[in-house]
C-alpha cells in the first residue's frame, strides 16, 4: 500500500524506528485483530491498537457500559453509561483514527460462534473477564491454529501469556477452569483501575510485535507482575505434553461453553437492568 | 538443606520435601487452584503428593487470574 502525506506524519513514530519503518507500519495497518472484551484489558488494547493504525479491529462484547466500569475501562466515557460497549468502543477508535476498520459483535463469545469468528483474524486478543470464555479462547485458538495473547487480572496482580502454534496454551498452565465461584473475578474482589492499563498495554506491545515479527514475543514465558511491588517476573513454561487440548493425546477436541460462576450472571442481569 | 528457588526468590528445605509439603510451608491462600512448574514443566495435581523437591530445582506457584472485562 503507498501511504499518503498524512499517513506518513500519522505513523511517523513507527516508521522512524529502524525495526518497523514503512514496512513494518504496512503490516500493521494490513493487521486483523479481534478483542475479545472491550473492557479493563480491551479498553487500552483497542486504543493503542487504534493509534498503531491496525488495519480491521474487531471488537467482541454483549454488554453496556456500566457506571462501575469507568474506574479503568478507560475507551468508555460518562455519557456512555448504558451504551453497549461495542458501540461505544468503535466511536472511540473510530475518532482515534479513521484508518481502521471496526468490526463489532454485540454478542458474547460461545462454543458455537468462536471459530468462525476469529477464522478472520490474524491474532485474538484475550481480554475477558471469566474463565469460561479464557478457556473457550484458548481451545480455539489451539484449535484453529491461531496466536493469541492470554491477558489477566485480579487486585493489584497481572499475568499474560503469547501463544503462537507450537509455544506452550493457556491449559498447559492450568489444566482446566476453576469450579464456579472458586477463584474471584475483579467484579467479586476489586482491581486497581490502572493494571489494566499496564497488562492491557503490554498485550498490545505483543500484537504489534507479532503484526511485524519484531523482537521476542511472551512465548513461554507467562509475565506476571504485582503492583504493590511493581515487581515484574516471567515464568519460563514448556508445552505440555499431557496438556488436554495441544497435548500428544488431547481429550479437548471440540469447543465446550464451561459454566460461568453464578454470582458474575447475577452480577451480568443486574447490570442490564441498571 | 537444600536450596531451591520458589518464585525466583531463593528458599531453603529439608532435604527434600513434596511438592505438597512445599504448598504447605508457603501458606497458598487457596492450595486447590495453584498450578506448580517444576523447572519450568507443569506438574499434575495427582502427582503433588508424590513429586519430591530438591537441591537446585526451580518452583513456580501460578494462580488464576479471571479480571478484565466487566
Known amino acids: 500500500m503507498d501511504f499518503t502525506e498524512d499517513q506518513i506524519q500519522r505513523y511517523s513514530r513507527h516508521i522512524l524506528l529502524q525495526d518497523i519503518g514503512v514496512e513494518g507500519q504496512e503490516k500493521i495497518n494490513n493487521g486483523k485483530v479481534l ?12 486504543l493503542y491498537l487504534a493509534a498503531a493504525g491496525v488495519g480491521t479491529i474487531g471488537i467482541i462484547d454483549g454488554d453496556v457500559v456500566d457506571l462501575s466500569n469507568l474506574q479503568r475501562q478507560v475507551i468508555h466515557f460518562t455519557p456512555d453509561v448504558n451504551k453497549p460497549k461495542v458501540i461505544s468502543a468503535k466511536e472511540k477508535i473510530n475518532l482515534i483514527n479513521p484508518d481502521v476498520k471496526v468490526i463489532t ?13 476469529i477464522q478472520d483474524y490474524d ?27 492470554h491477558g489477566g487480572i485480579l487486585r493489584f496482580d497481572g499475568q499474560t501469556l503469547t501463544y503462537k502454534p507450537g ?18 473475578t475483579c467484579s467479586q474482589a476489586g482491581v486497581l483501575g490502572a493494571i489494566a492499563g499496564m497488562l492491557g498495554t503490554i498485550q498490545a506491545a505483543e500484537v504489534l510485535k507479532y503484526l511485524t515479527g519484531v523482537g521476542d514475543l511472551l512465548t513461554n514465558r507467562l509475565l506476571t507482575f504485582n503492583a504493590k511491588t511493581m515487581e515484574f517476573r516471567t515464568i519460563k513454561s ?14 479437548v477436541t471440540g469447543l465446550v461453553d464451561y459454566e460461568q460462576a453464578v454470582c458474575d450472571i447475577e452480577s ?6 441498571n | ?14 532435604t527434600t520435601i513434596s511438592i505438597s509439603e512445599l504448598i504447605k510451608l508457603n501458606n497458598v491462600a487457596q492450595p486447590d487452584m495453584v498450578s506448580i ?4 514443566e507443569f506438574v499434575n495435581r495427582e502427582d503433588f503428593e508424590n513429586t519430591q523437591v530438591s537441591d537446585g530445582d526451580e518452583i513456580d506457584f501460578l494462580y488464576f487470574m479471571g479480571g478484565g472485562s466487566i
Open chain 1, 35 to 46: 478483542i475479545v472484551g472491550a473492557g479493563g484489558l480491551g479498553a487500552p488494547i483497542a
Open chain 1, 105 to 117: 459483535y454485540q454478542k458474547l463469545l460461545t462454543a458455537d460462534n468462536a471459530l468462525e469468528i
Open chain 1, 123 to 149: 491474532f485474538v486478543v484475550d481480554g475477558t473477564d471469566n474463565f469460561p470464555v479464557k478457556f473457550l479462547i484458548n481451545d480455539a485458538c489451539v484449535i484453529a491454529k491461531k496466536p493469541f495473547s
Open chain 1, 167 to 184: 509455544t506452550a496454551c493457556y491449559r498447559c498452565l492450568f489444566h482446566s477452569p476453576p469450579p464456579p465461584n472458586a477463584v474471584p
Open chain 1, 238 to 251: 514448556k508445552p505440555n505434553d499431557k496438556c488436554p487440548v495441544c497435548g500428544s493425546h488431547p481429550t
Open chain 1, 268 to 273: 451480568h442481569r443486574k447490570n442490564k437492568n
Open chain 2, 1 to 14: 538443606m537444600s536450596k531451591i528457588v520458589v518464585n525466583g526468590k531463593p528458599q531453603e528445605i529439608e
Open chain 2, 37 to 40: 512448574q517444576l523447572n519450568a
